[in-house]
């Protein structure tokens, strides 16, 4: 048995395009402080989410762009699409980014956190980073897929920047597969328990710093609003693990990472996608991907 046979293929669909819609969120207002749903802990959770993705998501593009040389065309086609939205995703949040502190956040320390994070992996290994990157691709997925299949996410959020995160969510959704495809062809010589020892030891330190470090950052942005101590924790644990409680919605969705024939599209949820497109006229396709 060759190395390529040995090693799982790449079940994304053959159907599957991956189309950047460039659009703009929020610009031309004020974005309230608690802009979801007048709740400090839910705009404490989105806000400290948001503060990631200007670093994140360039962290993202940097580190599946190194193995693009070695990709097929078509694995590099979705490259240079996947790289397109993602930049625009940056775009947009560091927009909002900006909103929020307008409004008087300082997400300073929160991207501060996220830089001394990536600064850790850039000091690896290439493919350090482009492990970390698919298995938080898969997390920003599932997180995706959640948000757009449970309207009580953004129940009563600002329809603006509501907009925002359904836009990122089905983008999300549409490129997951791109970093795992990226991650099978750049470790395709390697033998099968190798590769998941690695991912699986890369997706349990990520999924602990995420949480830690999202939680940590949600309960920065509660201080700055004058909310302290035992509520402050309560309310956003409440909030993160019980009602809506995404974080333990998605841990079925998480564990399924770690079964030996995983693979993003094991799962495929274009149906969100389609249903958001149809029930929002400017949800259009407006450029090709680079
Ligand atoms: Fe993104
Ligand atoms: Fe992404």
């Given at each position: 048995m060759t190395a390529a046979s040995a090693t799982r293929i790449s079940v994304t669909p053959a159907d599957l395009t991956i189309t950047p819609r460039d659009r703009r969120f929020g610009r031309d207002e004020a974005t309230p402080r608690w802009w979801h749903g007048n709740d400090p802990v839910a705009s404490a959770l989105y806000n400290a989410l948001s503060a990631t993705f200007p670093l994140g998501e360039a962290f993202f593009v940097e580190s599946v762009r190194k193995y693009r040389d070695g990709a097929e065309p078509r694995l590099a086609g979705e490259i240079a699409a996947f790289t397109t939205q993602e930049v625009i995703h940056s775009r947009e949040h560091l927009a909002f980014n900006r909103r929020a502190g307008d409004s008087g956040y300082d997400l300073a320390p929160l991207e501060a956190k996220v830089a001394e994070r990536l600064a850790l992996l850039r000091s690896k290994p290439p493919i350090a980073s482009l492990a970390a990157t698919m298995c938080l691709e898969h997390f920003t997925a599932i997180l995706a897929h959640e948000l757009l299949a449970d309207?009580?996410?953004?129940?009563?959020?600002d329809p603006a920047t509501a907009e925002l995160w359904r836009w990122h969510a089905a983008e999300e959704i549409e490129h997951k597969g791109v970093a795992y495809d990226t991650w099978l062809n750049a470790t395709k010589a390697w033998p099968r328990g190798k590769r998941w020892r690695v991912k699986a030891k890369v997706m349990m330190l990520v999924t602990r710093n995420f949480i830690v470090d999202r939680t940590a950052g949600a309960i920065e942005l509660l201080r700055q609003d004058g909310m302290f101590g035992a509520r402050a924790w309560a309310n956003l644990l409440w909030y993160q693990w019980?009602?809506?409680g995404m974080f333990r919605a998605i841990f079925s969705a998480w564990a399924k990472f770690f079964a030996p024939r995983f693979h993003p599209w094991n799962v495929d949820d274009r149906a969100l996608i389609a249903d958001y497109g149809a029930n929002d006229a400017t949800f259009r396709k407006v450029r090709s991907a680079a």
């Open positions: 309207p009580r996410h953004l129940a009563g959020a019980v009602r809506p």
